[in-house]
């Protein structure tokens, strides 16, 4: 039924169609042609509506192609297989699921819609369809459970630098795992790894991106505290475009990494951070935390000057700036 109102409105382009002549064409209700509208605006539909007139379409959803999307992701190693679907419930839980099957290091996950997309702490994002990145990268890395939060990190850092480079918008990385304009959230990174002998058998490095959503794809409660790069630059972004640049920056940043170890990486997520030198307040598991942020150590915890004075290196924890 969606495929049919779809063809009705691409054979009278920029013109209203009323629900009565929906509802005969179709030989349903006005009801049911009202309801499904609604879906189809769930699904990134845009309609102008009028009492007196009926719908008009004003922009159709921008649709990841494989076609197009393999062959942009051309890096070295990441990339190669890609798994695209229209909905998930979430690409990290898709992710580990082919890692049972045989899926390796490069293998990414993306899908159009997220019906149960999640951030740290079982945190529920926001994953409408056809307005973002909702993806997940399988990656195998050498290195001990000690080191996993360095690869969050390094995450962040690849994709500030990507989003500045491809769309020019001025985003700065929150601890540990945001990426904000303003103080609006654009972005949630969530590393999940799975170890064996202390070591990392494999990591899903699952990355959200808030691109083509307007004020009014946002719930409520998100309004006051997430934005878009839509919003932001006032365009539309390409995502395979995006996605492409995101897998080129980490896949050099990665590189780099497993070369020179954490060192290079930590200088560059201190030049990106909206915290540094800033005061901050951090609650974990010890309680409550207030001081001004030096900086990261060698490992990738978070440096506090408490208001005493004294230091202290935090490895997990939700931040206030």
């Not at 004003?58 to 990441?78: D, G, H, W």
Request: glycine share 8%; aromatic share 6%.
């Amino acid at each position: 039924m969606n495929d049919l109102i779809i063809q009705h409105f691409a054979s009278k382009p920029e013109q209203y169609i009323s629900g009565e002549q929906l509802s005969q064409s179709l030989q349903c209700s006005r009801t049911a042609v009202w309801k499904h509208i609604q879906e189809l605006r769930k699904l990134g539909y845009r309609f102008e509506s009028s009492p007196r007139k009926g719908y008009k379409l004003i922009q159709k959803p921008e649709v990841l192609r494989a076609v197009e999307l393999i062959p942009a992701c051309n890096s070295s190693s990441l990339g190669h297989h890609i798994h695209l679907y229209d909905q998930l419930e979430s690409t990290q839980t898709e992710a580990h699921r082919l890692v049972s099957t045989g899926a390796g290091h490069g293998t990414l996950v993306v899908a159009e819609q997220q019906t149960s997309g999640r951030g740290r702490m079982g945190r529920s994002w926001h994953s409408p369809a056809g307005l973002g990145i909702w993806m997940s990268l399988i990656v195998t890395p050498q290195i001990t459970l000690t080191f996993a939060p360095q690869i969050t990190l390094l995450t962040a850092v690849a994709l500030c630098r990507t989003i500045r480079k491809v769309v020019q918008v001025d985003v700065g990385i929150k601890w540990p795992n945001d990426l904000l304009i303003g103080n609006k959230k654009i972005s949630g990174i969530l590393v999940e790894s799975s170890g064996e002998d202390e070591r990392i058998r494999y990591m899903v490095i699952g990355v959200g991106i808030s691109c083509n959503l307007r004020t009014e794809d946002y719930p409520l409660e998100l309004r006051d505290k997430a934005t878009s790069l839509y919003i932001e630059s006032g365009k539309v972004v390409d995502r395979t475009k995006l996605i492409a640049a995101f897998l080129h920056q980490f896949e050099e940043l990665y590189d780099l990494y497993l070369e020179q170890g954490f060192a290079p990486i930590r200088t560059l997520w201190e030049s990106l951070t909206v915290s540094l030198h800033k005061p901050i307040t951090l609650t974990n598991s010890q309680g409550r935390i207030e001081g001004k942020m030096l900086g990261i150590d060698d490992m990738g915890a978070l440096i506090v000057q408490q208001l005493d004075g004294s230091e202290v290196h935090i490895y997990s924890g939700e931040t206030n700036i």
